[in-house]
Each structure stands twice: as structure tokens, then as C-alpha cells.
């Protein structure tokens, strides 16, 4: 073990360096998932936190199934990077910028008939539902903002300027928690404020994006008036990529949207408890997303240089940081996860049934840290079709096959799938690319 890590410190220390603003930034986005449960879950009915959750996982599906705009420019760009391609990176920006913007204009047209279609086929109480509904027609406003922050982190995280995306990241993330407390407890708004903090927030984000990539543009000898005259070469791979990148995020996100919507058909105090052990998933998640995303950036750097031995360090160490990691949140929900529920909520029957799931969120981490790592490798790789291929046998074997074999233990059947979903997803990655990496085609 010493010798690991004495032979490859500037690996390790390299690694740590990018990784630590990503993994503060990352943490950051649950803990206001926390603040916004925690606020709600403090409202005098449990139809208040059920609404949000049912409103929040619609939000979370279109914007994370737009994710395929973040995972796609971090791969391109951090290959730009490597090759020292000033033109590719601003290609690789203005490319995915006006894909954002067209997926947000999108959003927003076919916004009222998703609305509609929540109210026909979201489970939960009448009450619940309309606080959905409610939420999500005020938080549907944020897509433009949303979706353009999330490219402009990507490309300042495939240029490795981690404390960009750190600081773009705290301050939404702060305005939000501010504005949350404001509006919902000062202002007494409910849901109604909930959402609209988030709004305010993420074009808050924006404009302190937008400050920091003028900043980063200087560094690199760009300028907004190059980007402008940049052409759109490479359009159609570009979208081939996008394309595969969004099937995969499709069936990930329709195995979380599931795991609220079965739970309604449970009450409102299961889908409420299972919304709060969510956050603690989302909060493992990202932060394993942020070693995740250094090695995202290394990854890809290396194969635009054409360093076939230092893609294969990246994901090894990479790989021991993840678990390690990992470990610490089991042992974390250990110790507080009862501690932690009892602050999200006071509601009697919320904190017991979500006491009773938590085993759950204590055995998830390590078996998930894999999936994790390798999403970032194949993202620096830009092997989106693996991924599309891993994630749909992972989801379809892996959650739906569970569940339904475990369909009569209830809401530990639903975990019990959600694990072995985590699980596969490692397994599958992990054996594509070491399949790449015995047949020397990792630099393809």
C-alpha cells in the first residue's frame, strides 16, 4: 500500500487536487435538497414534503436526462484540453451552449402537458399531488439557467478549473438556502417558495458563470468574440454522442423516479421517508461524483494526448478513492443517519418508517462507488454507446428484474432493487473497460 502510493504521488496529489472543489461543490447540491426537506418537512402535513418530492423527481428527470449536455462537453473539452486545441474548445462551448438553450426552450413549451400528465399519473394524495403540480410550474422557469450552468461547469471541469465549478455551485447553492429560508419560513409562501427559490437561485448561478468563464477565457488567450465566429463543425458525432449519453441517463433517471413513484402507492409517510433517504443517496452520489469527475477531466486530457498508461493510472487511483470514500459515508450513516433523519423532519410516522429503511442507505455506498468511478472514465473516454449499452442491461436486470422477484417485501424489495441496480452498473462497466484495456483500444 505504501509503495501505491509513494510511486504515484503526483498522481494521487493530482487526482485529490481537482477532485476536493468538486466533491465540497458536489456535497453542497444535496445538503440543499436537505434544507428544502428540512423546511417543508417542518410544514404541519406530510402532503407539503410528498408534494415537493413528487414535484422535485419530475424537475430532476428533465434536467438530469439533459444531463447528457454536461457529460458529453467534460469529455470533449478535457480531450481539446489535452491536445492544446484553443479552437476545439471553444467549439466544444459553443456546441453544447446552443444545444441548452434549445433543450430549455423545449422544456418550456411542453411544460403545461407535463403538468397535465402529472395530475393523471403521479401516485399520492389529491393534496399531494396539487403541491406537485404547483411546484413544478413555478420551478420549469429555471431550465434556461439550469441547463446553461451546467455546460459552463462542464467546460471549466474538462479545462481542470475545479474552483470555478466550486464557486459557481455555492453560490446558487447558498442564494438557494437563503432565499428557501426567506420565502418558505419568513414569507410563509410553502411550496410556492420553495420553488421559487430554487428559480431565483440558478440564474443567480448564471451570472457568476458567466463572470468566472470571462475570467478563465483571459487565462487561455479566448474571447467572447471568437466563440461567436466559431464553427460548428463535428455537429452530427457531436449529437451521436448526446443521443447515446441521453438513453442512458433516460433509463437511470426512470429507475429513481420509480423508486418515488411506487412509493406513493405505499402513503404519503413511505414516498415522505423515502424522499429523505434519497438525500441521503444524492448526497453519496455527489460526492462520489466528484472524484468521478477528476477523473472525468484526467482521462480525457490523456487520450488527447495519446497516453494510453496514464488513463489506466487515472482509473486505478481514481477507483481506491471512490471506495474509500465510500466507506465513510456507510460509517457516517452509521453513526447519524437516525440523527440526521430526526433534523429533516419532525413528523412521527415520516421518522419511523424512515428509520426502518435506513440499513439501506449504510450498505448502498460502497457496492455504488463503482458505477460511479467508471461513468467518469467512460465520460473522459466519450464512449457513450457502453454506457447507453451497461445502463440499460443494469436497469432492466439489475432494478426491474429485482423488483419484481422482490415485489412482496414491499418498500425493501424497491432498495433492495435500487442495490442491485448500483451494483450491475459497476460490474458491466467495469468489465467493458478492462475489455479496452487488455485489447489496447482505449486511445479509439
Known amino acids: 500500500m505504501k509503495n501505491f ?10 487526482l485529490l487536487v481537482l477532485a476536493w472543489p468538486m466533491i465540497v461543490s458536489n456535497i453542497s447540491v444535496p445538503l440543499l435538497g436537505l434544507v428544502d426537506t428540512g423546511v417543508i418537512g417542518h410544514l404541519s402535513d406530510a402532503s407539503f414534503l410528498a408534494g415537493v418530492a413528487l414535484g422535485s423527481m419530475v424537475i430532476n428527470l428533465l434536467f438530469w436526462l439533459a444531463g447528457f449536455l454536461r457529460m458529453s462537453t467534460t469529455g470533449l473539452v478535457a480531450q481539446a484540453y489535452g491536445k492544446d486545441s484553443k479552437n476545439g474548445l471553444l467549439q466544444e462551448l459553443k456546441r453544447a451552449a446552443l444545444f441548452a438553450f434549445a433543450v430549455a426552450l423545449l422544456l418550456l413549451a411542453i411544460s403545461p402537458v407535463i403538468s397535465h400528465f402529472m395530475g393523471l399519473f403521479l401516485s399520492g394524495s389529491d393534496a399531494a399531488i396539487k403541491h406537485a403540480q404547483t411546484y413544478f410550474n413555478i420551478r420549469i422557469f429555471s431550465a434556461p439557467a439550469a441547463l446553461l450552468n451546467m455546460v459552463l461547469l462542464a467546460w471549466m471541469l474538462g479545462t481542470q478549473y475545479s474552483k470555478g465549478t466550486l464557486m459557481i455551485v455555492l453560490v446558487t447553492n447558498v442564494a438557494n438556502i437563503v432565499l428557501d429560508i ?24 448564471l451570472i457568476a458563470a458567466v463572470l ?3 475570467a478563465r477565457f483571459a487565462k487561455h488567450g479566448l474571447s467572447f468574440s471568437a466563440l461567436l465566429k466559431t464553427s460548428l463543425n463535428g455537429l452530427t458525432s457531436t449529437l451521436k454522442l448526446n443521443r447515446d449519453i441521453f438513453i442512458r441517463s433516460l433509463f437511470l433517471q426512470l429507475c429513481f423516479a420509480f423508486m418515488t413513484y411506487y412509493g406513493g402507492f405505499l402513503g404519503d409517510a413511505t414516498l415522505a421517508a423515502n424522499a429523505v433517504l434519497l438525500n441521503f443517496l444524492l448526497l453519496v452520489s455527489f460526492a462520489l461524483d466528484g472524484i468521478a469527475y477528476a477523473v472525468e477531466a484526467k482521462v480525457g486530457q490523456a487520450k488527447g494526448r495519446k497516453k494510453a498508461q496514464a488513463i489506466h493510472l487515472w482509473v486505478v487511483i481514481g477507483r481506491f478513492w471512490a471506495f474509500m470514500f465510500a466507506c465513510l459515508y456507510s460509517v457516517m450513516f452509521l ?57 440499460i442491461f ?16 414491499g418498500n425493501h424489495g424497491l432498495w ?27 486511445l479509439q
Not at 344 to 359: C, S, Y
Not at 416 to 441: I, P
Request: hydrophobic content about 55%.
Open 5 to 14: 502510493f509513494t510511486r504515484h504521488k503526483s498522481f494521487h496529489v493530482g
Open 182 to 205: 426567506v420565502f418558505v419560513v419568513g414569507f410563509d409562501w410553502q411550496v410556492e417558495g420553495a420553488a421559487l427559490a430554487s428559480v431565483c437561485a440558478d440564474y443567480i448561478g
Open 212 to 214: 468566472l468563464l470571462k
Open 335 to 391: 453513526l447519524l443517519g437516525s440523527w440526521i433523519i430526526s433534523m429533516l423532519t419532525d413528523l412521527p410516522n415520516v421518522l419511523a418508517t424512515a428509520e426502518k429503511f435506513l440499513i439501506w442507505s449504510i450498505v448502498l455506498p460502497p457496492i455504488a462507488s463503482f458505477c460511479f468511478l467508471y461513468d467518469g472514465v467512460f465520460v473522459g473516454l466519450t464512449r457513450a454507446k457502453e454506457m447507453r449499452n451497461t445502463m
Open 394 to 409: 443494469s436497469a432492466l436486470v439489475g432494478f426491474a428484474g429485482v423488483f419484481v422477484v422482490s415485489y412482496p417485501l
Open 416 to 442: 433492495l432493487a435500487m442495490t442491485c441496480f448500483m451494483a450491475l452498473r459497476g460490474l458491466t462497466l467495469a468489465k467493458k473497460y478492462h475489455d479496452f484495456w487488455r485489447s489496447r483500444q482505449l
